[in-house]
């Protein structure tokens, strides 16, 4: 009888044990699993982070080259009519004889051909100014109610023309404010900006959420896991205290 007794004393202590062995290892696994899972979250995000980075930079460099190659046959335009001689010599006359005849001839011809230019290159403001900033010849070409940006988005040097290597005016060009931007689809990481990239949008809205998606099924599982070792060693315990009974 007394050997019984104590070898349930022994027994007593091990059984307990083990239900807390069994909780405090669920605890800790749990917190295991919710912990790892929201490391991954953060790396995951870290990831997107990098890739929305990547892709804003490339949306930035394509439409620098979009506005770039835009602007070129304009630039070119500018640079063709500033080395007009009849460009130089209406500058000339203009300064020294503005109400002349020759000037006022000029100043009707080259008016259409600024007319013209607006029309081909899309400039809606076309200036011919003289050395001293006074705008000596306008053309508009812009539709009714749009702007006019404030500052010329290109200009080109008129040079002399008795002596090229000085320069008496300049043309300058100005955009529609609507033609400035280039007109592409508002996305909170632009990239779709080619025909290719729309997949790239779609993939990249999903990666947005799996860090989150990750986090919350990583807290769920660590706190179930965590819920169900309790309840174990609850049984477990109940169990022990029904055995020695």
């Given at each position: 009888?007394?050997?019984?007794?104590?070898?349930?004393?022994?027994?007593?202590?091990?059984?307990?044990?083990?239900?807390?062995?069994?909780?405090?290892?669920?605890?800790?696994?749990?917190?295991?699993i919710?912990?790892?899972?929201?490391?991954?979250?953060?790396?995951?995000?870290?990831?997107?982070?990098?890739?929305?980075?990547?892709?804003?930079?490339?949306?930035?460099?394509?439409?620098?080259?979009?506005?770039?190659?835009?602007?070129?046959?304009?630039?070119?335009?500018?640079e063709?009519?500033?080395?007009?001689?009849?460009?130089?010599?209406?500058?000339?006359?203009?300064?020294?004889?503005?109400?002349s005849?020759?000037?006022?001839?000029?100043?009707?011809?080259?008016?259409?051909?600024?007319?013209?230019?607006?029309?081909?290159?899309?400039?809606?403001?076309?200036?011919?100014?003289?050395?001293?900033?006074?705008?000596?010849?306008?053309?508009?070409?812009?539709?009714?109610?749009?702007?006019?940006?404030?500052?010329?988005?290109?200009?080109?040097?008129?040079?002399?023309?008795?002596?090229?290597?000085?320069?008496?005016?300049?043309?300058?060009?100005?955009?529609?404010?609507?033609?400035?931007?280039i007109?592409?689809?508002?996305?909170?990481?632009?990239?779709?900006?080619?025909?290719?990239?729309?997949?790239?949008?779609?993939?990249?809205?999903?990666?947005?959420?799996?860090p989150n998606?990750?986090?919350?099924?990583?807290?769920?599982?660590?706190?179930?896991?965590?819920?169900?070792?309790?309840?174990?060693?609850?049984?477990?315990?109940?169990?022990?205290?029904?055995?020695?009974?």
């Amino acid at each position: 009888m007394v050997d019984q007794i104590k070898s349930t004393a022994i027994r007593k202590p091990s059984k307990l044990s083990s239900a807390l062995c069994l909780g405090i290892g669920g605890c800790l696994v749990g917190a295991l699993i919710a912990g790892s899972g929201v490391y991954l979250a953060a790396s995951q995000e870290k990831q997107v982070s990098r890739q929305i980075t990547a892709l804003q930079a490339e949306r930035s460099q394509l439409l620098e080259a979009l506005s770039e190659a835009r602007l070129t046959a304009p630039r070119l335009r500018l640079e063709e009519l500033a080395s007009l001689p009849l460009l130089s010599e209406y500058l000339e006359i203009a300064k020294e004889q503005p109400d002349s005849l020759d000037a006022r001839d000029l100043k009707d011809y080259l008016q259409t051909v600024l007319d013209a230019a607006g029309e081909e290159t899309g400039f809606g403001r076309i200036t011919l100014e003289s050395s001293d900033g006074d705008e000596l010849l306008v053309s508009e070409s812009f539709a009714a109610g749009s702007e006019i940006a404030a500052t010329p988005k290109l200009e080109a040097a008129v040079p002399g023309f008795d002596d090229p290597e000085t320069t008496i005016g300049r043309i300058a060009g100005y955009l529609p404010e609507n033609t400035l931007n280039i007109l592409l689809p508002d996305s909170t990481n632009g990239t779709d900006v080619t025909a290719s990239t729309p997949s790239e949008t779609d993939g990249l809205a999903n990666q947005l959420g799996a860090p989150n998606t990750t986090r919350i099924f990583a807290i769920i599982a660590g706190l179930a896991t965590i819920l169900l070792s309790l309840f174990g060693a609850v049984l477990l315990r109940k169990n022990q205290r029904s055995t020695s009974a």
